[in-house]
C-alpha cells in the first residue's frame, strides 16, 4: 500500500510575502521557519533542492568493531581456520550464500534479506594507513578525513549541501549523545534515547507563535491556510517524535527486545508518521571482542540480523519499503589469528553492507587475501568513502559528493 503525499504546494517565500508578520507574533515568527519541524514545512522547503524527496538513508553503526571474517565467513578458505582454530565457523554450521562465502549461522534474518536479493556485501572497507585506536578509527569514519581534521561529520556535511534550508528533524540519531558523523553547520539534529523524555521547551515568543496560529481558522489566504494546517498538525518537532513512537503498533517480529531492536522500532515509527527526516542513525555497541568472543558475537550478531530483517518487513507493511536505504560499518576489523583469550584484537579492513528493496543483492569488491597481510591484518581493497559517495550519489540523487567527502572516490553499481 502506498502512503499518500502531503500535496502542500506552499512555498516559504510565498507565506513571507503574505506579510504575515501582523498577525502579533512578529517575535517569535523568524524561529518558526528557522526551527519548526513539521511534515508539510520541511516539504515545501525541500522541494527545490532534493532530487529524490521521498527516499531516507538509515546509518546502522556497529561500536567496537566487529569481526568481518567471522561475519562474512570465508568458509572454503585454509587459511581461514589456520588463523582461527578454536574461533573459525565450521563450514558445516554456515549459511552459506555463494560458494566461497557464508554468514555466520546466528544471521538467519540477513540471510534472508541476501537471497531476496536485497543485501550488498562490500569486501575489504577501510582507509589508507590504517589507525587501531578506537578513537582515531571513529574519527576517520564519522568525518571521512584524516584524524578527524573537519569539523564536522560527513553526513552533516551532506545535509548542508543538499538541503541548504534548515529544518528542523532532518537528522535523528537515536543515542544518549551525538556522533560526530551528524554534526552540521546547518541542522540541529534530533538525538534522544528514549521519545517519552525528549522535548524543547521554546522561548515566550516561541510559543505565542503556536498559540496565536493554533486559532487561525481556514480562510481564502493560501498562506493563512498553510500556517493553519501547520498548526494542527503538531507543535514542535518533540512532539512529532514522541507522539509517532507512542502511537505505533507492529506485529512484525523484530527478534527479542534489545536497544536496537527498540530503535530500529522508533525509525519505523518515524517514517511511518511521515516525519520530514531524511538521515536516520542509529549504533549497537559491543563488538570489541578481546576474550571469549564465540558466544559475544553470536548473541550480538543475532539481535543485528533479527532487527534488520524485521524492520525491512516492517517497511514493506506500511509502503515505505521502496523509500529506504541501510548502510552497515564498523570502525574496524578485527586480526586474523585468534588471541589467547579465544577473542580477536583491533584489525583493519572491514565488509560494509547495503540494504534496501532497491539493492542489487551480492558481493562487491575484492576480498582482501588471508595470506598477504599487514603485520596479521587485512589489506584494504575498498575506500570506505566509496560506500559513503555510493549512498549519497546512486541512493540520495546527490552530485556533490568531491566537496562532501574531501575526494573523488568511485561509487558502485549497487542499486537497480
Same mark, same amino acid.
Given at each position: #500500500?502506498?502512503?499518500?503525499?502531503?500535496?502542500?504546494?506552499?512555498? *516559504?517565500? @510565498?507565506?513571507?510575502?503574505?506579510?504575515?508578520? !501582523? &498577525?502579533?507574533?512578529?517575535?517569535?515568527?523568524?524561529?518558526?521557519? +528557522?526551527?519548526?519541524?513539521?511534515?508539510?514545512?520541511?516539504?515545501?522547503? =525541500?522541494?527545490?533542492?532534493?532530487?529524490?524527496? $521521498?527516499?531516507?538513508?538509515?546509518?546502522?553503526?556497529?561500536? !567496537?568493531?566487529?569481526?568481518?571474517?567471522?561475519?562474512?565467513?570465508?568458509?572454503? $578458505?585454509?587459511?581461514? /581456520?589456520?588463523?582461527?582454530?578454536?574461533?573459525? &565457523?565450521?563450514?558445516? +554450521?554456515?549459511?552459506?550464500?555463494?560458494?566461497?562465502?557464508?554468514?555466520?549461522?546466528?544471521?538467519?534474518?540477513?540471510? *534472508?534479506?541476501?537471497?531476496?536479493?536485497?543485501?550488498?556485501?562490500?569486501?575489504?572497507?577501510?582507509?589508507?594507513?590504517?589507525?587501531?585506536?578506537?578513537?582515531?578509527?571513529?574519527?576517520?569514519?564519522?568525518?571521512? %578525513?584524516?584524524?578527524?581534521?573537519?569539523? /564536522?561529520?560527513?553526513?552533516?556535511?551532506?545535509?548542508?549541501?543538499?538541503?541548504?534550508?534548515?529544518?528542523?528533524?532532518?537528522?535523528?540519531?537515536?543515542?544518549?549523545?551525538?556522533?560526530?558523523?551528524?554534526?552540521?553547520?546547518?541542522?540541529?539534529?534530533?538525538?534522544?534515547?528514549?521519545?517519552?523524555?525528549?522535548? *524543547?521547551?521554546? $522561548?515566550?515568543?516561541?510559543?505565542?507563535?503556536?498559540?496565536?496560529?493554533?486559532?487561525?481558522?481556514?480562510?481564502?489566504?493560501?498562506?493563512?491556510?498553510?500556517? $493553519? &494546517?501547520?498548526?494542527?498538525?503538531?507543535?514542535?518537532?518533540? =512532539?512529532?517524535?514522541?507522539?509517532?513512537?507512542?502511537? /505505533?503498533?507492529?506485529?512484525?517480529? /523484530?527478534?527479542?527486545?534489545?536497544?536496537?531492536?527498540?530503535?530500529?522500532?522508533?525509525? %519505523?515509527?518515524?517514517?511511518?508518521?511521515?516525519?520530514?527526516?531524511?538521515?536516520?542513525?542509529?549504533?549497537?555497541?559491543?563488538?570489541?571482542?578481546?576474550?571469549?568472543?564465540?558466544?559475544?558475537?553470536?548473541?550480538?550478531?543475532?539481535?543485528?540480523?533479527?532487527?534488520?530483517?524485521?524492520?525491512?518487513?516492517?517497511?514493506?507493511?506500511?509502503?515505505?519499503?521502496?523509500?529506504? =536505504?541501510?548502510?552497515?560499518?564498523?570502525?574496524?576489523?578485527?586480526?586474523?589469528?585468534?588471541?589467547?583469550?579465544?577473542?580477536?584484537?583491533?584489525?583493519?579492513?572491514?565488509? #560494509?553492507?547495503?540494504?534496501?528493496?532497491?539493492?542489487?543483492?551480492?558481493?562487491?569488491?575484492?576480498?582482501?587475501?588471508?595470506? @598477504?597481510?599487514?603485520?596479521?591484518?587485512?589489506?584494504?581493497?575498498?575506500?570506505?568513502?566509496?560506500?559513503?559517495?555510493?549512498?549519497?550519489?546512486?541512493?540520495?540523487?546527490?552530485?556533490?559528493?568531491?566537496?562532501?567527502?574531501?575526494?573523488?572516490?568511485?561509487?558502485?553499481?549497487?542499486?537497480?
Amino acid at each position: #500500500m502506498l502512503i499518500k503525499r502531503n500535496a502542500c504546494a506552499c512555498h *516559504r517565500r @510565498d507565506f513571507l510575502r503574505a506579510g504575515m508578520y !501582523g &498577525v502579533g507574533v512578529s517575535a517569535g515568527l523568524p524561529w518558526l521557519f +528557522e526551527q519548526l519541524s513539521l511534515v508539510q514545512t520541511a516539504r515545501a522547503f =525541500a522541494g527545490d533542492t532534493e532530487q529524490h524527496p $521521498n527516499r531516507i538513508l538509515v546509518v546502522l553503526e556497529l561500536s !567496537g568493531g566487529n569481526d568481518g571474517l567471522n561475519t562474512i565467513v570465508p568458509y572454503t $578458505n585454509d587459511d581461514y /581456520y589456520k588463523a582461527r582454530p578454536t574461533l573459525g &565457523v565450521k563450514s558445516g +554450521e554456515v549459511l552459506k550464500l555463494n560458494d566461497e562465502f557464508g554468514l555466520h549461522p546466528s544471521c538467519i534474518g540477513l540471510e *534472508r534479506q541476501f537471497k531476496d536479493g536485497h543485501m550488498a556485501v562490500v569486501h575489504g572497507c577501510g582507509y589508507p594507513d590504517p589507525n587501531l585506536s578506537h578513537f582515531t578509527a571513529m574519527e576517520w569514519w564519522h568525518t571521512a %578525513t584524516p584524524h578527524g581534521s573537519d569539523p /564536522y561529520g560527513w553526513l552533516g556535511r551532506f545535509a548542508d549541501a543538499y538541503q541548504p534550508e534548515a529544518i528542523e528533524n532532518y537528522i535523528v540519531n537515536i543515542a544518549s549523545q551525538q556522533s560526530m558523523a551528524v554534526k552540521s553547520a546547518k541542522h540541529s539534529p534530533v538525538v534522544f534515547q528514549d521519545p517519552k523524555k525528549f522535548g *524543547r521547551i521554546g $522561548n515566550e515568543a516561541q510559543q505565542k507563535v503556536f498559540e496565536t496560529f493554533g486559532q487561525v481558522y481556514p480562510t481564502e489566504n493560501r498562506s493563512l491556510d498553510f500556517v $493553519n &494546517v501547520v498548526s494542527k498538525t503538531a507543535t514542535s518537532g518533540a =512532539a512529532m517524535v514522541r507522539n509517532a513512537c507512542a502511537e /505505533y503498533r507492529t506485529l512484525v517480529d /523484530y527478534g527479542s527486545d534489545n536497544d536496537l531492536t527498540l530503535d530500529l522500532k522508533k525509525v %519505523t515509527a518515524m517514517i511511518d508518521a511521515e516525519l520530514p527526516t531524511r538521515i536516520y542513525y542509529v549504533s549497537q555497541g559491543g563488538y570489541d571482542t578481546h576474550a571469549a568472543q564465540a558466544g559475544a558475537q553470536q548473541l550480538l550478531l543475532t539481535y543485528l540480523s533479527d532487527a534488520v530483517n524485521g524492520f525491512f518487513s516492517d517497511l514493506e507493511r506500511i509502503g515505505r519499503g521502496d523509500d529506504v =536505504a541501510m548502510m552497515v560499518f564498523t570502525e574496524f576489523g578485527r586480526r586474523v589469528g585468534e588471541n589467547a583469550s579465544k577473542g580477536t584484537d583491533h584489525g583493519t579492513a572491514t565488509p #560494509m553492507y547495503i540494504l534496501g528493496k532497491n539493492v542489487k543483492g551480492g558481493f562487491y569488491g575484492a576480498h582482501p587475501s588471508l595470506s @598477504d597481510l599487514d603485520e596479521g591484518n587485512l589489506k584494504m581493497t575498498t575506500d570506505f568513502r566509496s560506500v559513503y559517495g555510493t549512498m549519497l550519489e546512486r541512493w540520495m540523487g546527490f552530485d556533490g559528493n568531491s566537496a562532501v567527502l574531501k575526494g573523488e572516490y568511485p561509487t558502485l553499481d549497487v542499486f537497480a
